[in-house]
């Protein structure tokens, strides 16, 4: 089983920044594809952004392109999101995925293990 446990979540202005961390539990870490969702209150669970296994590629959702920035240490069994410039529209539950397909998809079935999220909320 992999376990992932997501950290660095608050509240922060708008304009502000903070970094997400997600620490996984698997021994062989760097097999698997990795990727930040999130949730806001009533709404469906949206890609944010995606690392494939080596780290060499990764992919947004348009909204965030330029302002977060998706990083991995295989070393650490640790995956980063460093989110700039926050708006209120990201405030959410931000969710940290693991897929056994090494890619980087960007739907949610394609991913295997999940964590438990962590608040982001940006106050205007």
């Known amino acids: 089983q992999v376990q992932l446990v997501e950290s660095g979540g608050g509240l922060v202005q708008a304009g502000g920044s903070l970094r997400l961390s997600c620490a996984a539990s698997?021994?062989?870490?760097?097999?698997?594809?990795m990727a930040w969702f999130r949730q806001a209150p009533g709404k469906d669970r949206e890609f944010v952004a995606a690392?494939?296994?080596?780290?060499?590629?990764?992919n947004y959702i348009n909204f965030v392109k330029g302002r977060f920035t998706i990083s991995r240490d295989n070393a650490k069994n640790t995956v980063y999101l460093q989110m700039n410039s926050l708006q209120p529209e990201d405030t959410a539950v931000y969710y940290c995925a693991a897929s056994l397909q090494r890619g980087m998809p960007m739907w949610t079935n394609d991913y295997d293990y999940w964590g438990q999220g962590t608040q982001v909320t940006v106050s205007s």
């Open positions: 690392i494939n296994w080596s780290g060499g590629n990764t």
């Open positions: 698997a021994r062989t870490f760097s097999k698997y594809g």
